[in-house]
Protein backbone atom coordinates (compact mmCIF):
# COMPACT_ATOMS: atom_id res chain seq x y z
CA UNK A 1 0.00 0.00 0.00
CA UNK A 2 1.30 3.81 -0.94
CA UNK A 3 2.67 5.50 2.07
CA UNK A 4 0.32 7.91 3.03
CA UNK A 5 1.72 11.64 4.28
CA UNK A 6 -0.49 13.72 6.47
CA UNK A 7 -1.15 17.39 5.59
CA UNK A 8 -2.21 20.50 7.62
CA UNK A 9 -4.73 22.17 4.86
CA UNK A 10 -4.40 25.83 5.39
CA UNK A 11 -6.66 28.60 3.17
CA UNK A 12 -5.55 31.87 4.34
CA UNK A 13 -7.23 35.03 2.53
CA UNK A 14 -4.30 37.78 2.86
CA UNK A 15 -4.48 41.20 2.16
CA UNK A 16 -1.75 42.37 0.26
CA UNK A 17 -0.71 45.61 -1.25
CA UNK A 18 -1.80 45.67 -4.62
CA UNK A 19 1.50 48.01 -6.02
CA UNK A 20 3.80 45.32 -4.48
CA UNK A 21 1.83 42.04 -5.61
CA UNK A 22 2.21 43.45 -8.95
CA UNK A 23 5.98 44.09 -9.28
CA UNK A 24 7.74 41.24 -7.63
CA UNK A 25 10.68 41.43 -10.18
CA UNK A 26 10.93 44.95 -8.83
CA UNK A 27 11.45 43.75 -4.93
CA UNK A 28 13.98 41.39 -6.52
CA UNK A 29 15.73 44.32 -8.66
CA UNK A 30 15.83 46.42 -5.65
CA UNK A 31 17.52 44.13 -3.43
CA UNK A 32 20.45 44.00 -6.41
CA UNK A 33 20.27 47.82 -6.65
CA UNK A 34 21.31 48.46 -2.93
CA UNK A 35 24.69 47.47 -2.62
CA UNK A 36 25.87 49.36 0.65
CA UNK A 37 25.52 48.03 4.17
CA UNK A 38 23.28 51.21 5.47
CA UNK A 39 22.77 49.83 8.52
CA UNK A 40 24.02 53.20 10.14
CA UNK A 41 21.83 54.95 7.44
CA UNK A 42 19.34 57.47 8.14
CA UNK A 43 16.28 56.50 5.80
CA UNK A 44 12.79 58.79 5.47
CA UNK A 45 10.76 58.21 8.02
CA UNK A 46 7.16 59.47 8.14
CA UNK A 47 7.29 62.39 10.57
CA UNK A 48 10.46 63.31 11.01
CA UNK A 49 12.83 65.22 8.22
CA UNK A 50 13.28 64.39 5.12
CA UNK A 51 17.46 63.71 4.58
CA UNK A 52 19.61 65.96 2.88
CA UNK A 53 19.81 64.83 -0.68
CA UNK A 54 20.51 66.66 -4.40
CA UNK A 55 18.25 66.05 -7.18
CA UNK A 56 20.71 65.82 -10.16
CA UNK A 57 20.77 65.50 -13.67
CA UNK A 58 17.26 67.00 -14.11
CA UNK A 59 15.04 67.52 -17.27
CA UNK A 60 12.33 69.48 -18.24
CA UNK A 61 12.12 71.44 -15.42
CA UNK A 62 13.59 74.98 -14.94
CA UNK A 63 16.69 73.78 -12.67
CA UNK A 64 19.59 71.04 -13.69
CA UNK A 65 20.00 70.06 -9.59
CA UNK A 66 17.99 70.70 -6.55
CA UNK A 67 18.78 70.45 -2.97
CA UNK A 68 16.46 69.37 -0.65
CA UNK A 69 17.09 73.10 0.91
CA UNK A 70 15.98 74.81 -2.37
CA UNK A 71 12.59 72.52 -1.83
CA UNK A 72 12.14 74.42 1.38
CA UNK A 73 8.25 76.01 1.45
CA UNK A 74 7.40 73.68 -1.02
CA UNK A 75 5.11 70.37 -1.25
CA UNK A 76 7.07 68.10 -2.63
CA UNK A 77 6.20 64.48 -4.09
CA UNK A 78 9.05 62.37 -5.21
CA UNK A 79 7.81 59.36 -7.37
CA UNK A 80 11.14 56.98 -7.55
CA UNK A 81 10.86 54.00 -10.29
CA UNK A 82 12.93 51.84 -12.59
CA UNK A 83 13.02 50.33 -16.37
CA UNK A 84 11.80 46.94 -14.50
CA UNK A 85 8.61 48.63 -12.95
CA UNK A 86 5.68 47.96 -15.83
CA UNK A 87 3.15 49.77 -12.92
CA UNK A 88 5.36 52.40 -12.51
CA UNK A 89 5.65 52.95 -16.36
CA UNK A 90 1.90 52.21 -17.09
CA UNK A 91 1.18 54.99 -14.17
CA UNK A 92 3.06 57.90 -15.93
CA UNK A 93 -0.32 59.31 -17.86
CA UNK A 94 -1.50 59.93 -14.59
CA UNK A 95 1.16 61.32 -13.15
CA UNK A 96 1.57 63.82 -15.93
CA UNK A 97 -2.40 64.24 -15.62
CA UNK A 98 -1.74 65.14 -11.73
CA UNK A 99 1.08 67.22 -12.46
CA UNK A 100 -0.89 69.92 -14.51
CA UNK A 101 -3.27 69.70 -11.95
CA UNK A 102 -1.33 70.77 -9.13
CA UNK A 103 1.49 72.59 -10.96
CA UNK A 104 1.67 75.66 -8.86
CA UNK A 105 1.16 73.63 -5.75
CA UNK A 106 3.04 70.57 -5.61
CA UNK A 107 6.53 69.86 -7.07
CA UNK A 108 5.90 66.73 -8.52
CA UNK A 109 9.21 64.78 -10.14
CA UNK A 110 10.10 61.59 -11.43
CA UNK A 111 13.48 60.13 -10.25
CA UNK A 112 15.45 56.98 -11.86
CA UNK A 113 18.67 56.60 -13.26
CA UNK A 114 20.60 55.94 -16.32
CA UNK A 115 23.54 54.22 -15.40
CA UNK A 116 25.06 51.30 -14.14
CA UNK A 117 23.65 47.22 -14.79
CA UNK A 118 20.05 48.07 -13.85
CA UNK A 119 19.65 51.45 -15.37
CA UNK A 120 21.19 51.12 -18.94
CA UNK A 121 18.55 52.53 -21.52
CA UNK A 122 16.33 54.50 -19.31
CA UNK A 123 16.03 57.35 -20.53
CA UNK A 124 15.37 56.22 -23.99
CA UNK A 125 12.28 54.34 -22.51
CA UNK A 126 11.35 57.26 -21.00
CA UNK A 127 11.99 59.28 -23.84
CA UNK A 128 9.19 57.08 -26.38
CA UNK A 129 6.56 57.19 -23.76
CA UNK A 130 7.04 61.35 -23.20
CA UNK A 131 6.64 61.62 -26.85
CA UNK A 132 3.82 59.02 -27.25
CA UNK A 133 1.36 60.54 -24.53
CA UNK A 134 3.17 64.30 -24.70
CA UNK A 135 4.43 64.10 -20.96
CA UNK A 136 5.39 66.68 -19.12
CA UNK A 137 6.77 65.79 -15.85
CA UNK A 138 10.18 66.66 -14.70
CA UNK A 139 12.35 63.40 -14.14
CA UNK A 140 16.09 63.31 -12.51
CA UNK A 141 18.70 60.71 -13.58
CA UNK A 142 19.56 60.67 -9.47
CA UNK A 143 20.86 56.51 -9.32
CA UNK A 144 22.77 57.07 -5.81
CA UNK A 145 19.20 58.02 -4.00
CA UNK A 146 18.32 54.63 -4.25
CA UNK A 147 20.91 53.31 -1.64
CA UNK A 148 21.66 56.87 0.37
CA UNK A 149 16.94 56.63 1.10
CA UNK A 150 17.19 52.85 1.22
CA UNK A 151 14.77 52.15 -1.30
CA UNK A 152 13.67 48.80 -1.93
CA UNK A 153 10.31 48.31 -3.79
CA UNK A 154 9.16 50.48 -6.77
CA UNK A 155 7.15 52.83 -7.04
CA UNK A 156 8.17 54.47 -3.77
CA UNK A 157 6.97 57.42 -3.57
CA UNK A 158 7.67 60.35 -0.73
CA UNK A 159 5.43 63.13 -0.19
CA UNK A 160 7.74 65.72 1.88
CA UNK A 161 5.66 69.21 3.26
CA UNK A 162 6.35 72.52 3.07
CA UNK A 163 8.25 72.43 6.22
CA UNK A 164 10.89 69.54 4.95
CA UNK A 165 8.49 66.75 6.88
CA UNK A 166 8.34 63.32 5.01
CA UNK A 167 4.48 63.11 5.44
CA UNK A 168 4.46 59.49 3.59
CA UNK A 169 5.72 57.16 1.72
CA UNK A 170 3.74 55.07 -0.40
CA UNK A 171 2.83 52.86 -3.38
CA UNK A 172 1.08 54.58 -6.84
CA UNK A 173 -2.20 53.97 -5.76
CA UNK A 174 -2.11 56.14 -3.31
CA UNK A 175 -1.18 59.12 -5.99
CA UNK A 176 -4.69 60.10 -6.14
CA UNK A 177 -6.23 64.52 -6.55
CA UNK A 178 -7.98 63.20 -3.05
CA UNK A 179 -4.45 62.36 -1.27
CA UNK A 180 -3.12 65.43 -2.84
CA UNK A 181 -5.45 67.67 -1.38
CA UNK A 182 -5.32 66.16 1.90
CA UNK A 183 -1.47 66.28 1.88
CA UNK A 184 -1.63 70.12 1.09
CA UNK A 185 -3.84 70.77 3.85
CA UNK A 186 -2.26 69.06 6.26
CA UNK A 187 -4.68 66.02 6.85
CA UNK A 188 -3.33 62.90 7.67
CA UNK A 189 -2.58 60.60 4.46
CA UNK A 190 -5.12 56.98 5.29
CA UNK A 191 -2.47 55.49 2.82
CA UNK A 192 -0.45 52.01 3.58
CA UNK A 193 3.49 52.29 3.70
CA UNK A 194 6.05 51.56 1.78
CA UNK A 195 9.02 49.89 3.25
CA UNK A 196 12.92 50.79 3.31
CA UNK A 197 15.73 48.44 2.56
CA UNK A 198 16.16 47.88 6.45
CA UNK A 199 12.48 47.58 7.43
CA UNK A 200 11.97 45.04 4.51
CA UNK A 201 14.42 43.20 5.61
CA UNK A 202 13.54 42.91 9.15
CA UNK A 203 10.22 41.71 7.67
CA UNK A 204 11.98 39.09 5.45
CA UNK A 205 13.53 37.37 8.01
CA UNK A 206 11.17 37.30 10.57
CA UNK A 207 9.39 34.38 8.34
CA UNK A 208 11.08 31.11 7.65
CA UNK A 209 10.05 29.82 4.00
CA UNK A 210 11.09 26.37 5.17
CA UNK A 211 8.70 26.26 7.38
CA UNK A 212 4.54 26.44 7.77
CA UNK A 213 3.00 29.26 8.15
CA UNK A 214 1.65 30.17 11.90
CA UNK A 215 3.12 26.71 13.23
CA UNK A 216 5.78 27.89 16.08
CA UNK A 217 4.83 31.49 15.93
CA UNK A 218 5.85 31.45 12.58
CA UNK A 219 4.52 34.31 10.66
CA UNK A 220 2.14 35.09 13.24
CA UNK A 221 0.36 33.25 16.22
CA UNK A 222 -1.18 29.99 15.92
CA UNK A 223 -4.85 31.55 15.84
CA UNK A 224 -4.14 34.15 13.25
CA UNK A 225 -6.26 32.81 10.04
CA UNK A 226 -9.62 32.32 8.84
CA UNK A 227 -10.19 29.14 7.55
CA UNK A 228 -8.30 25.83 8.46
CA UNK A 229 -8.86 22.60 7.78
CA UNK A 230 -6.49 19.89 9.38
CA UNK A 231 -6.03 16.08 9.55
CA UNK A 232 -3.76 13.69 11.80
CA UNK A 233 -3.08 10.58 13.26
CA UNK A 234 -4.70 9.72 16.06
CA UNK A 235 -3.47 11.36 19.36
CA UNK A 236 -3.04 8.81 22.24
CA UNK A 237 -2.82 11.23 24.94
CA UNK A 238 -6.25 12.90 24.01
CA UNK A 239 -10.10 11.65 24.93
CA UNK A 240 -11.84 10.43 21.45
CA UNK A 241 -14.82 12.87 20.70
CA UNK A 242 -17.23 12.70 17.92
CA UNK A 243 -21.25 12.86 17.81
CA UNK A 244 -21.18 10.49 14.98
CA UNK A 245 -22.29 12.84 12.77
CA UNK A 246 -21.53 16.40 11.42
CA UNK A 247 -22.94 18.37 14.23
CA UNK A 248 -24.00 21.75 13.49
CA UNK A 249 -21.46 24.65 15.89
CA UNK A 250 -22.33 24.70 19.57
CA UNK A 251 -21.09 28.39 20.04
CA UNK A 252 -16.87 27.46 19.69
CA UNK A 253 -16.07 30.88 17.51
CA UNK A 254 -14.99 29.51 13.99
CA UNK A 255 -14.93 25.09 15.09
CA UNK A 256 -17.13 24.13 12.31
CA UNK A 257 -16.20 20.39 13.32
CA UNK A 258 -13.87 18.61 15.12
CA UNK A 259 -13.46 14.87 16.09
CA UNK A 260 -11.02 13.50 17.54
CA UNK A 261 -9.45 9.62 17.46
CA UNK A 262 -12.08 7.99 15.28
CA UNK A 263 -12.12 5.60 12.14
CA UNK A 264 -11.98 6.58 9.02
CA UNK A 265 -15.27 4.83 8.49
CA UNK A 266 -16.62 7.43 11.06
CA UNK A 267 -14.85 10.29 9.25
CA UNK A 268 -16.83 9.46 5.69
CA UNK A 269 -19.69 8.57 7.85
CA UNK A 270 -19.06 12.25 9.38
CA UNK A 271 -19.02 13.87 5.95
CA UNK A 272 -21.48 12.17 4.24
CA UNK A 273 -24.21 11.34 6.62
CA UNK A 274 -26.87 13.65 8.23
CA UNK A 275 -26.36 16.69 10.22
CA UNK A 276 -28.96 15.78 12.76
CA UNK A 277 -28.74 13.63 15.15
CA UNK A 278 -28.33 9.62 14.05
CA UNK A 279 -29.64 7.57 17.27
CA UNK A 280 -32.82 6.84 18.80
CA UNK A 281 -33.98 10.15 20.15
CA UNK A 282 -36.35 9.89 23.10
CA UNK A 283 -37.93 13.26 22.57
CA UNK A 284 -39.96 13.99 19.47
CA UNK A 285 -39.28 17.81 19.48
CA UNK A 286 -35.32 17.12 18.18
CA UNK A 287 -34.31 16.54 14.91
CA UNK A 288 -33.48 12.75 14.06
CA UNK A 289 -32.59 11.11 10.88
CA UNK A 290 -32.16 7.04 12.92
CA UNK A 291 -33.57 4.66 10.65
CA UNK A 292 -33.04 6.74 7.40
CA UNK A 293 -29.29 6.16 7.44
CA UNK A 294 -27.32 2.76 6.92
CA UNK A 295 -25.85 2.78 10.45
CA UNK A 296 -22.20 2.46 8.63
CA UNK A 297 -20.15 2.91 5.03
CA UNK A 298 -20.05 0.17 2.74
CA UNK A 299 -17.15 -0.50 1.08
CA UNK A 300 -16.30 -1.51 -2.49
CA UNK A 301 -12.56 -1.09 -2.63
CA UNK A 302 -9.67 -4.03 -3.12
CA UNK A 303 -7.80 -2.69 -0.30
CA UNK A 304 -9.75 -2.44 3.44
CA UNK A 305 -6.84 -2.23 5.16
CA UNK A 306 -7.41 1.37 6.46
CA UNK A 307 -10.55 0.68 7.18
CA UNK A 308 -9.81 -1.60 9.85
CA UNK A 309 -8.24 0.11 13.38
CA UNK A 310 -5.62 -1.40 15.44
CA UNK A 311 -6.62 0.57 18.97
CA UNK A 312 -2.99 -0.71 20.56
CA UNK A 313 -0.78 1.01 17.74
CA UNK A 314 -2.71 3.75 17.19
CA UNK A 315 -3.09 2.50 13.55
CA UNK A 316 -5.57 3.89 11.24
CA UNK A 317 -7.13 6.50 13.65
CA UNK A 318 -7.39 10.12 12.94
CA UNK A 319 -8.33 13.51 14.10
CA UNK A 320 -10.03 16.13 12.01
CA UNK A 321 -10.56 19.79 12.80
CA UNK A 322 -12.61 22.67 10.67
CA UNK A 323 -12.36 25.98 11.29
CA UNK A 324 -14.55 28.66 9.49
CA UNK A 325 -15.09 32.39 9.43
CA UNK A 326 -17.72 32.86 12.13
CA UNK A 327 -19.98 34.30 9.47
CA UNK A 328 -20.06 30.88 7.66
CA UNK A 329 -20.87 28.76 10.78
CA UNK A 330 -24.34 28.54 9.88
CA UNK A 331 -23.99 27.24 6.71
CA UNK A 332 -23.54 23.69 7.88
CA UNK A 333 -23.69 21.77 4.73
CA UNK A 334 -21.64 24.15 2.54
CA UNK A 335 -18.73 23.37 5.41
CA UNK A 336 -19.53 19.45 5.32
CA UNK A 337 -18.68 19.80 1.57
CA UNK A 338 -15.11 21.10 2.68
CA UNK A 339 -14.65 17.78 4.81
CA UNK A 340 -15.60 15.59 1.84
CA UNK A 341 -13.32 17.46 -0.31
CA UNK A 342 -10.40 17.09 2.35
CA UNK A 343 -11.16 13.30 2.39
CA UNK A 344 -11.31 13.35 -1.27
CA UNK A 345 -7.77 15.02 -1.61
CA UNK A 346 -6.00 12.78 1.05
CA UNK A 347 -7.69 9.40 0.41
CA UNK A 348 -8.70 9.55 -2.99
CA UNK A 349 -11.78 7.54 -2.62
CA UNK A 350 -15.15 8.16 -4.57
CA UNK A 351 -17.89 8.15 -2.66
CA UNK A 352 -22.03 8.21 -3.44
CA UNK A 353 -24.62 8.72 -0.85
CA UNK A 354 -27.06 5.69 -2.56
CA UNK A 355 -30.73 4.29 -1.37
CA UNK A 356 -31.07 0.69 -1.01
CA UNK A 357 -32.95 -1.53 0.51
CA UNK A 358 -31.20 -2.54 3.95
CA UNK A 359 -32.56 -4.51 6.92
CA UNK A 360 -34.24 -3.24 9.47
CA UNK A 361 -35.74 -4.79 13.35
CA UNK A 362 -39.45 -3.74 13.40
CA UNK A 363 -40.49 -3.49 17.10
CA UNK A 364 -44.39 -4.77 16.92
CA UNK A 365 -46.64 -5.38 20.00
CA UNK A 366 -49.32 -7.97 20.80
CA UNK A 367 -52.79 -6.42 21.11
CA UNK A 368 -52.94 -8.06 24.42
CA UNK A 369 -49.00 -6.71 25.25
CA UNK A 370 -50.71 -3.20 24.20
CA UNK A 371 -53.31 -3.67 27.16
CA UNK A 372 -50.98 -4.93 29.86
CA UNK A 373 -47.92 -2.29 28.73
CA UNK A 374 -49.93 0.66 29.72
CA UNK A 375 -48.61 2.28 32.73
CA UNK A 376 -50.62 2.50 35.80
CA UNK A 377 -49.59 5.87 36.51
CA UNK A 378 -47.04 7.33 38.65
CA UNK A 379 -43.93 9.53 38.41
CA UNK A 380 -41.53 8.54 35.14
CA UNK A 381 -38.89 6.66 36.97
CA UNK A 382 -36.04 4.38 35.81
CA UNK A 383 -34.80 1.31 38.05
CA UNK A 384 -31.69 -0.93 36.90
CA UNK A 385 -28.44 -1.51 36.05
CA UNK A 386 -28.53 -1.46 32.12
CA UNK A 387 -26.85 -4.92 32.32
CA UNK A 388 -28.68 -7.52 34.21
CA UNK A 389 -32.03 -5.52 34.62
CA UNK A 390 -34.04 -2.42 34.15
CA UNK A 391 -37.07 -1.57 34.93
CA UNK A 392 -39.04 1.64 33.30
CA UNK A 393 -42.00 3.13 35.27
CA UNK A 394 -44.64 5.47 33.43
CA UNK A 395 -42.27 5.97 30.76
CA UNK A 396 -41.89 6.12 26.57
CA UNK A 397 -41.79 3.12 24.58
CA UNK A 398 -38.69 5.00 22.90
CA UNK A 399 -36.80 3.57 26.28
CA UNK A 400 -36.78 0.18 24.61
CA UNK A 401 -35.34 1.22 21.76
CA UNK A 402 -32.48 2.89 23.13
CA UNK A 403 -32.12 -0.10 25.08
CA UNK A 404 -31.99 -2.06 21.78
CA UNK A 405 -29.59 0.37 19.89
CA UNK A 406 -27.62 0.99 22.81
CA UNK A 407 -26.44 -2.89 23.11
CA UNK A 408 -26.29 -3.51 19.08
CA UNK A 409 -25.07 0.03 17.55
CA UNK A 410 -23.22 -2.64 14.61
CA UNK A 411 -26.51 -3.54 13.32
CA UNK A 412 -29.78 -3.04 11.65
CA UNK A 413 -31.42 0.09 13.24
CA UNK A 414 -34.46 -0.75 15.60
CA UNK A 415 -37.78 0.53 14.71
CA UNK A 416 -41.11 1.30 16.57
CA UNK A 417 -43.82 -0.37 14.94
CA UNK A 418 -45.99 -1.22 18.08
CA UNK A 419 -48.31 1.88 17.47
CA UNK A 420 -47.91 2.45 21.28
CA UNK A 421 -48.75 6.37 22.18
CA UNK A 422 -48.73 5.72 25.82
CA UNK A 423 -46.24 5.31 28.66
CA UNK A 424 -45.25 2.15 29.39
CA UNK A 425 -44.61 -0.26 32.49
CA UNK A 426 -42.43 -2.76 31.74
CA UNK A 427 -39.85 -4.87 33.70
CA UNK A 428 -36.82 -6.65 32.24
CA UNK A 429 -34.65 -9.30 33.98
CA UNK A 430 -32.14 -11.12 31.87
CA UNK A 431 -28.72 -10.52 30.24
CA UNK A 432 -29.35 -7.36 28.10
CA UNK A 433 -26.28 -6.99 26.24
CA UNK A 434 -27.26 -10.74 24.60
CA UNK A 435 -29.81 -10.25 21.52
CA UNK A 436 -31.72 -13.28 21.81
CA UNK A 437 -31.84 -12.92 25.78
CA UNK A 438 -33.51 -9.89 25.28
CA UNK A 439 -35.63 -10.69 22.28
CA UNK A 440 -36.87 -13.28 24.62
CA UNK A 441 -37.50 -11.28 27.71
CA UNK A 442 -39.47 -8.92 25.38
CA UNK A 443 -41.54 -11.67 23.85
CA UNK A 444 -42.88 -12.35 27.58
CA UNK A 445 -44.65 -8.38 27.22
CA UNK A 446 -46.20 -9.24 24.08
CA UNK A 447 -43.20 -6.92 21.88
CA UNK A 448 -41.80 -8.71 18.81
CA UNK A 449 -38.64 -7.96 16.75
CA UNK A 450 -39.22 -8.67 13.12
CA UNK A 451 -36.67 -8.46 10.36
CA UNK A 452 -37.60 -6.33 7.45
CA UNK A 453 -36.41 -4.13 4.91
CA UNK A 454 -37.03 -0.67 3.92
CA UNK A 455 -35.30 2.20 2.12
CA UNK A 456 -32.37 3.92 3.19
CA UNK A 457 -29.53 5.71 2.09
CA UNK A 458 -26.28 4.20 2.31
CA UNK A 459 -22.79 5.84 2.36
CA UNK A 460 -20.67 3.47 -0.75
CA UNK A 461 -16.78 3.96 -0.84
CA UNK A 462 -15.48 3.41 -4.19
CA UNK A 463 -11.57 2.82 -5.32
CA UNK A 464 -11.47 6.21 -7.28
CA UNK A 465 -12.17 5.61 -10.93
CA UNK A 466 -9.64 8.23 -12.49
Known amino acids: MMKRFFYVLILLLVACN ?22 EAVFPTVGKPMPDIVLTNIEYHRDKEISLEDLKGKFVILDFWTRFCKLC ?9 LNKQFKNRVELMLVTGNKGKHYDGTRDIYEKYRKRYDLEIPISYSVEL ?8 VPHIIWIDEKGIVQAITG ?12 LKAEPLDVELNLNVTQFKEKFNS ?6 LLINGNGGEDDDFMYRSLLTRGKRDIVPKSFGYFKPNNGSSKMACQVINVSLKELYKIAYGDT ?11 PNCY ?17 FVDNKRMEHIYCYSLMVPDNRLSHTLDNQ ?18 TRKMPYWALKATEKGKKNLITKGGMSAYKGNGLTYSKYINMSIKQILLLLWGNNQSGPPFLDETGITENIDIELDTILTDFDALKKALEKHGLLLEQKTKAMKVIVIRDTQS
Open 337 to 354: RIMQRDLKNYFGYDVSVE
Open 146 to 153: FDKLGIQV
Open 172 to 183: SRALTPENIESF
Open 89 to 97: IYSFPKVDK
Open 207 to 212: FDRKQP
Open 18 to 39: ADNSKNKQDDTVQNDLVTKENK
Open 291 to 307: GEYWYEPILDIKDTALF
Open 276 to 286: VQNSPNRYKTH
